[in-house]
């Protein structure tokens, strides 16, 4: 008998603080809106930043309580916008849809090397050293540092010389911000030539460094029928806005740096 009561007052505690953090639970309840939850399993979870905002979840309540356009998301691309803009009701707008691009090809085989780099394989380490290890201070300094930020999986260093697999490419923008040299830019992914080159050199330096730098002969501008490319600081560069692609550029560069990377899965 002398147990029941101790065992009464331990239940009634329970169901007392039971009760209270049942009625607290509704007092001080912070509703989520029902629409938050829905496009945050419309956007693809990667989490990657590039839309501005802490991951997915901080886009998704900008999206409802902002009114930001789901275009801001690049990983998701058009599928995932139409499914949003759809189910928000809002405008889908234009659609710009980008992949990243290394604007160089200077490889072992095209580059001279100044002398041999031993120390950690990170391009900003390298890039200390006057300017890396190559005779062109402009180029792809090959030791990964992209690779490694990528969470696509997209990018791939073979003979010193860091290339983007368009097929995988998100267009989020981590290598672009990554790349000491600033030779990762990101492009429409319907411009299909474009000049892989960086080098700001004259046209004798660039010619004596690599085998495939452009050397500012404006060739390409002169042949251009859209006058989509301009000469800046000794490098060729092509509008993409204007930009046909026609390939009358490359077929006339002497030095082969102008090349077709159209993503062709964006092709209709």
Known sequence: MSILVPVAVVSGLGLAFGLGLSYASKVFEVKVDERISAVREMLPGANCGACGYSGCDGLAEAIVNEGVHASRCPVGGISVVNAISDYMGVDEGSIDVNVARVLCQGNCDNVKIKYNYLGIEDCHAANVLAGGMDACTYGCLGLGSCKKVCPFDAIIVENGLASIVAEKCTGC????????????????????????CNSHD?????????????????????????????????????DPQKCTNCGQCAEVCPQKCITNTIVRRFQN
């Open 173 to 196: 923008g981590k290598c672009v911000a990554e790349c000491p040299k600033s030779i990762i830019k990101l492009i429409p992914v319907l411009s299909g030539f474009t000049v892989k």
């Open 202 to 238: 004259k046209g004798a330096v660039s010619r004596k460094n690599c085998k495939v730098g452009c050397i500012a002969c404006q060739k390409c501008v002169k042949v251009c029928p859209s006058e989509a490319i301009t000469m800046v600081e000794n490098v060729a560069v092509i």
